[in-house]
C-alpha cells in the first residue's frame, strides 16, 4: 500500500502583529511581499492553536495510529507536544507518537517520515501536525514580526494502492546552524535572530541545485505547480527566475506570512479550496530554511 494525502486543514491566529505602523513598512513589502503577520495571544501555547485545528478534524483524528508533531516552540523540552495533544484530545492509547524538531522544511521531512511508517506497514492513519509560535521568541524591536506568523496545520496521510508521494531527497548545512536561531540574547532571555542575507545566498545556491538533482533521479517530469516553502516574495522569486519556472505553475502565497513548516500545507490548502488543483495533477513541493536543512518531494492530491 502506498501513503496519500487524504486531508489538509490550518489555524492562523486572528490577532495581528499590526507593522503597518512601522516607518519602513512599504520599503519592508517591496521585498517580503508580506502585509500581515499574526501571533497568539501571550498566554497561549503552540499545544492550543494545534489544538484548535484537531478539535475541528476530530472526527478524523479518531482513527488515527500515528501522531507526528512537527514544531521547534516546543511548550515544554519534555514531554512531547505530540503526547500532550494525544491526551487532550483523548484519543486511543494505541497510537505512536513523537515530535520533530525541524523548521521551515519540517513538513516534507514529516512528511517523509509519515510515508515510511505507512509504507513499512507500521502505520495506517498518520496525523502530521506543523505548528510553531515564533512571536514569543521576538523582542519589541525584532524586525523578524515582519516576516513571521504563528500557524499550525494538520495533514492527514491514508493509505491506497496508487502511488501519490516521493521519492524524497534532503540535505543539511549544520555549519551554518546560527543563521536561524533561538538563544539567549543580552539580557539573558531567548530571542529569535535571522541572518536574512545570508539564508537569502543559502537558498539561492543551494535550491535550485537540489531541484535540478531531483529532478534527475525522477521519471516524470512534468509537473502542474510548484509549491516552495512561503519564505517571501524576493526569496521566491528568485527561485523561480533561476529554475526558469513558468509563473503559472509557481505558487505564491504570502497571506500569512511566513508560517514557517505549515507555509506548504497552506498553500496546498488554499490552492485546493480554490479548486485550482485538479485530481492527478502533480506538485513539487520543497521546504529549506533553519538548520539549515532542506527537502524535496512531490505529490498528487
Given at each position: ?8 486543514d490550518f489555524?492562523v491566529p ?14 519592508i513589502f517591496k521585498?517580503?511581499?508580506i502585509l500581515?503577520?499574526?501571533?497568539i ?10 489544538l ?8 478524523n ?5 500515528t ?12 514531554p512531547s ?8 484530545l ?16 519540517g ?8 510515508s515510511?511508517l ?18 514569543h521568541?521576538f ?11 504563528d500557524?499550525?496545520s494538520l ?5 491506497r ?9 534532503f540535505?543539511t548545512?549544520?555549519?551554518n ?11 539573558n532571555?531567548l ?7 545570508d539564508?537569502y ?8 541545485t537540489?531541484?535540478k538533482?531531483y529532478?534527475?533521479i ?7 505547480f ?24 509557481f505558487?505564491i502565497?504570502?497571506k ?13 490548502k ?7 488543483i485538479?485530481?492527478n ?14 527537502g524535496i518531494?512531490s505529490?498528487?492530491?
Open positions: 500500500m502506498e501513503p496519500f494525502i487524504s486531508n489538509i489555524e486572528k490577532q495581528k502583529n499590526n507593522i503597518k505602523q512601522y516607518k519602513n513598512f512599504n520599503k521585498k517580503t511581499g500581515e503577520t499574526f501571533k495571544k501571550d498566554n497561549n501555547s503552540v499545544i492550543d492553536l494545534a484548535k485545528i484537531c478539535n475541528r478534524n476530530l472526527k483524528l479518531k482513527n488515527c495510529d501522531l507526528i508533531f512537527v514544531t521547534q516552540t516546543p511548550t515544554y523540552l519534555l507536544c505530540s503526547s500532550i495533544v494525544q491526551g487532550k483523548g484519543l486511543k492509547q494505541e497510537i505512536l507518537t513523537f515530535d520533530i524538531n525541524m523548521g521551515c522544511s513538513f516534507v521531512h514529516g512528511l517523509s517520515i509519515a515510511s505507512i509504507k513499512s506497514k507500521v502505520s495506517k492513519n498518520v496525523a502530521l501536525i506543523c505548528a510553531d509560535t515564533y512571536s521568541y523582542t519589541k524591536n525584532n524586525k523578524n514580526k515582519f516576516i513571521f506568523s500557524a499550525a495533514t492527514l496521510i491514508k493509505r494502492k496508487k502511488k501519490s508521494i516521493g521519492p524524497f531527497l540535505g548545512d549544520g555549519n546552524f546560527d543563521k536561524i536561531i533561538i538563544s539567549k540574547n543580552k539580557n532571555n530571542e529569535f535572530n535571522m541572518s536574512g542575507s539564508v545566498l543559502f537558498t539561492l545556491n543551494k535550491i535550485p537540489l531541484v538533482n529532478l534527475k525522477i521519471k516524470n517530469k512534468n509537473f502542474d510548484y509549491i516552495f516553502h512561503q519564505a517571501s516574495r524576493l526569496i521566491l522569486e528568485s527561485l523561480r527566475n533561476k529554475l526558469d519556472i513558468n509563473k503559472k505553475k505558487v502565497d504570502l500569512y506570512g511566513n508560517t514557517t513548516s505549515s507555509s506548504i500545507p497552506i498553500a496546498l488554499n490552492m485546493i479550496d480554490n479548486k485550482k485538479k485530481k495533477q502533480k506538485i513539487l513541493v520543497c521546504g529549506f530554511g533553519v538548520g539549515l536543512a532542506w518531494t505529490i498528487e492530491i
